[in-house]
């Protein structure tokens, strides 16, 4: 009588439970890599995105001042098209940042161009 022990385990192995457990740990480390590179590379963008916001704005203030004598719309009176109330003395500063927009509304599309979108406020 010749009988045959052939047991398949359906069980893992030491050697294969290490590999699958190394695999996971690798990978979570691959992924908390990517996320942090992804993290830099938003804020980064976003702090380009307000450079180029800044350079608009300084622009369209040059072309404004140049129209109106080398003068800041809140350095010329209303009268004048600037936002200096008239009974103001010339030299003060005043006015919000709408009566400044409506100044320079000509040279800047939209209000919207004042926020820089990585504020949070």
Known sequence: MNRSHTSSSRAFTLSELVVVIATVALMI?????????????????ARISCVGTLMNINLAFRIWSNDHNERFPWQVSEAEGGTLPNDTPIGSVFGSLGDVYSCLSNELTLPNVLVCPDDST
């Open 29 to 45: 480390v691959l992924a908390g890599l990517f996320l942090q590179d992804r993290t830099k590379t938003r804020d980064r963008a």
